[in-house]
C-alpha cells in the first residue's frame, strides 16, 4: 500500500494536529504523529516483485541502507509537520517527542528488515509475533532487529544472482548448446552433470567470459568475470612459477592482499615449489585455493573432485558447504555423483547441449537412477560377461 492509497489518512493526521493543539490535548497530537508512523509502516507490509529487487545494481548491504535511508526521509518529511507543530505548542515536550520520532524510526527499521528476511514471502507469522512482542516491550527490539537483519542478508543475496536468458553456442556447423536458459541464485549449490560432449565445460568458459556465444548472461556483479573463480578440469600455470608465486599473482589481480599463507595452505602444497612439477591433483588443489583466496562472489568448480585425493575431496567437499553459508554462489560439474549429492541444492541434466532435467534434493536418486538407465542401458548384459 503506497502514499497515494493513504494521503487521506495523513491528511486526516495533520486536520487532529490543528484540533489536538486548538483543543489543548497533547495526547491527541502524539496520536496524530504515531498515525503517520503507522501509515508508513504499512508500505512494507507487503512483498515486492522479485524481479524487482533483483533489478537493483547494489549488493544486499547497499539495498537495505538505501530502503532504509527512503524509509526514514519520508517518513521523516510526512511527519515533518506535525513535529514542528506540536514542538511550538509544547516546547518543553521536545524530549519526549524526540523519544517517539526515535522509536518510530526503530520500527520502521523493524518492519522493513521482518520484510526483506521473509523475501520473497511475505512477512510471516513468527515476524509478526516478534513485532507484536516489541510493541509490548520496545527493549526487545536490541535482539530482535540483529536476528532480522541476520537473516535478511543472507535472504538478499538472492539479488546477486547470475541469470542465463537464450544461450546457443556452436563450432562450425556443430551446435554445442541450444537455448540455455538458466538461473543461478546465491547461497546455492548448482550441479551441472552430463556425458562427456554434452557441453558442460563450453557452458563453463561462456559464463567465464572465455568464449564468444549468442544469447544473454546477466549477473547484479558486473564485469561477472571480475567477481567469478573459475577452476578448469586442467588449470594454466607458467613454468617457472613456484606455488606460492601463483597465489600472489592470483590475489594480486584482484587487488587481494595475501597474508598468514602458511596457516590458509589448506591442502599442505609445497608452494615454495615449481607449481609445473606438481600432480595433477596437486595442482587443481593450487588452482582452488588461489581462487578461493581472491574471494569471489561466484565459483564456477569443473571437476573438482577428479583426481583429487580422498582426504582433500572431504576439505573440498566443506569448502563447498561453507561457501554456500558465505551467501557465494557455486557451479561444480562432477561424474561422481555422491559428491554432487553431498553438496548441491539442485543438479541439471545437460544432454546435448540442452538441460533436459532439473532436480531438487529430494529428486536426486531418481536422476541417478533415470542416468544410469540412459548411460548404461543394456550395454553390460550386451558384454556377456562370464
Not at 523475501?119 to 536490541?142: D, Q, R
Request: hydrophobic fraction near 45%; aromatic fraction near 12%; charged fraction near 20%.
Amino acid at each position: 500500500m503506497g502514499f497515494r492509497n493513504t494521503f487521506l489518512i495523513v491528511i486526516v493526521a495533520y486536520i487532529l494536529t490543528v484540533i489536538a493543539i486548538s483543543v489543548d490535548n497533547y495526547n491527541l497530537g502524539i496520536f496524530s504523529f504515531l498515525l503517520i508512523f503507522l501509515t508508513t509502516y504499512s508500505y512494507y507490509f507487503k512483498s515486492e516483485n522479485e524481479f524487482f529487487v533483483w533489478s537493483f545494481s547494489m549488493d544486499a548491504q547497499g539495498f537495505l541502507l538505501q530502503k532504509i535511508k527512503t524509509a526514514i526521509l519520508y517518513s521523516t518529511i510526512l511527519c515533518l509537520p506535525v513535529i514542528i507543530a506540536l514542538s511550538i505548542y509544547k516546547i518543553e515536550n521536545s524530549g519526549l517527542l524526540l523519544i517517539f520520532l526515535l522509536t518510530g524510526y526503530a520500527f520502521l527499521i523493524t518492519i522493513i528488515l521482518a520484510k526483506y528476511s521473509a523475501y520473497p514471502n511475505e512477512i510471516s507469522f513468527i515476524h509478526g509475533i516478534l513485532i507484536a512482542l516489541s510493541v509490548y516491550f520496545p527493549p526487545l527490539l536490541i535482539i530482535v532487529i540483529p536476528i532480522f537483519l541476520n537473516s535478511l542478508l543472507k535472504t538478499l543475496q538472492l539479488s546477486d544472482m547470475i541469470e542465463v536468458k537464450d544461450l546457443n553456442k556452436s563450432f562450425g556447423p556443430k551446435e554445442v548448446l541450444k537455448n540455455i536458459s538458466l538461473r543461478f541464485n546465491n547461497s546455492k549449490v548448482y550441479g551441472i552433470v552430463g556425458e562427456n560432449g554434452a557441453g558442460k565445460t563450453t557452458l563453463f568458459r561462456c559464463l567465464a567470459g572465455l568464449e564468444n556465444y549468442d544469447g544473454i548472461i546477466d549477473s547484479e556483479l558486473k564485469p561477472l568475470k571480475n567477481h567469478l573463480g573459475l577452476l578448469l578440469t586442467e588449470p594454466f600455470f607458467f613454468t617457472k612459477i613456484t606455488g606460492e608465486e601463483y597465489l600472489q599473482l592470483l590475489c594480486n589481480a584482484r587487488k587481494k592482499s595475501l597474508s598468514d599463507l602458511n596457516k590458509k595452505n589448506v591442502f599442505d602444497l609445497p608452494l615454495n615449489q615449481y607449481a609445473s612439477t606438481y600432480s595433477t591433483g596437486m595442482k587443481k588443489k593450487l588452482a582452488l585455493t588461489a581462487i578461493l583466496l581472491q574471494e569471489n562472489q561466484y565459483f564456477i568448480l569443473d571437476e573438482p573432485f577428479n583426481g583429487v585425493d580422498i582426504q582433500s575431496n572431504m576439505i573440498i567437499t566443506d569448502i563447498i558447504h561453507k561457501l554456500k553459508e558465505l551467501g557465494k554462489t557455486v557451479i561444480i560439474s562432477s561424474h561422481i555423483f555422491s559428491t554432487l549429492n553431498e553438496t548441491c541444492d539442485e543438479i541439471h541434466l545437460l544432454r546435448n547441449g540442452e538441460f533436459t532435467r532439473k532436480a531438487e534434493k529430494k529428486n536426486f536418486l531418481s536422476l541417478e537412477n533415470e542416468m544410469k538407465h540412459i548411460t548404461i542401458g543394456n550395454r553390460i548384459r550386451d558384454l556377456e560377461l562370464r
